[in-house]
C-alpha cells in the first residue's frame, strides 16, 4: 500500500513538473531528460513511469485536464454561492488558473496547437466544460430572455478566452468573470471572501 502511494506521489510529481517544462519549452524542444532534472527523478525511472515523451506528453495534458474538471464541477456544486458567483469560479478554474504566470500562453499553445499526440483533447475537455455551464444555468430556472443556457455558457466562455490574454492579473480575470456572470444571469457582487487576492 505504502509502495503504491508512493509511486502515484511520484507519479504526480513527474506530471507537475512536466507540464511546467512542456508549457516553457514547447513539445519539439522539451526532452525526457529535461523532465526528470525538473522531475528530481532519474532518467531510468521516468521512462519506467512513461515509455516515450509521446506517452507523457499526453498524460500529463490529461492530467492537467482532469485537474481542472474537478475544480470546475466543484466550483458549480458548491451550494453556498448563487449561480453567478458558481459560474465564475467553474470559469476560472478553467480558463484562469495560468492567468498571470509564465505557463498562461504556453499552457494553451500545447492544448490547441499541441502535436499530434493530443488528438482531440482539448476539444473533448471544452465541450464537458461548456455541458457543465449550461447545465447549471439550466438548473437554475427557466430564463426570461431568449437566450438558452447553452447560448449563455457559450457566450461567457467566449469572454473568458479573451479577457485570458488581455489581463496583467487572476485578480483581474476573475474581476471580470464575475461581472460577465452577473450581467449574464443576475445576481449580487461578491463577497470579499470569494475574491481572489
Not at 509511486?7 to 519549452?25: K, M, P, S
Not at 515523451?53 to 499526453?58: E, G, H, P, T, W
Request: hydrophobic residues 40%.
Amino acid at each position: 500500500m505504502t509502495t503504491m502511494r508512493g509511486g502515484a506521489q511520484r507519479r504526480e510529481r513527474v506530471l507537475t513538473a512536466a507540464l511546467d517544462v512542456f508549457a516553457t519549452f514547447g513539445f519539439r524542444k522539451t526532452s525526457m531528460d529535461s523532465v526528470a532534472q525538473a522531475a528530481d527523478i532519474s532518467r531510468p525511472g521516468l521512462y519506467f513511469l512513461f515509455e516515450s515523451k509521446d506517452v507523457l506528453f499526453r498524460e500529463t495534458m490529461r492530467h492537467a485536464m482532469d485537474g481542472t474538471m474537478a475544480d470546475v464541477h466543484a466550483a458549480l456544486d458548491d451550494p453556498t454561492g448563487s449561480l453567478a458567483e458558481r459560474l465564475s469560479a467553474a470559469l476560472d478554474a478553467w480558463l484562469g488558473r495560468y492567468v498571470g504566470t509564465h505557463l498562461n500562453r504556453g499552457v494553451d499553445a500545447l492544448m490547441e496547437q499541441g502535436p499530434q499526440q493530443l488528438g482531440d483533447l482539448y476539444d473533448e475537455y471544452r465541450t464537458l466544460i461548456l455541458a457543465s455551464l449550461a447545465r447549471a444555468i439550466a438548473d437554475d430556472g427557466p430564463r426570461s430572455d431568449a437566450a438558452t443556457p447553452a447560448d449563455v455558457a457559450d457566450m461567457l466562455h467566449a469572454a473568458a478566452t479573451g479577457w485570458k490574454y488581455r489581463v496583467s492579473s487572476r485578480h483581474e480575470f476573475k474581476n471580470k468573470l464575475d461581472t460577465a456572470t452577473r450581467i449574464a444571469v443576475g445576481g449580487q457582487p461578491p463577497s470579499s471572501h470569494q475574491q481572489i487576492h
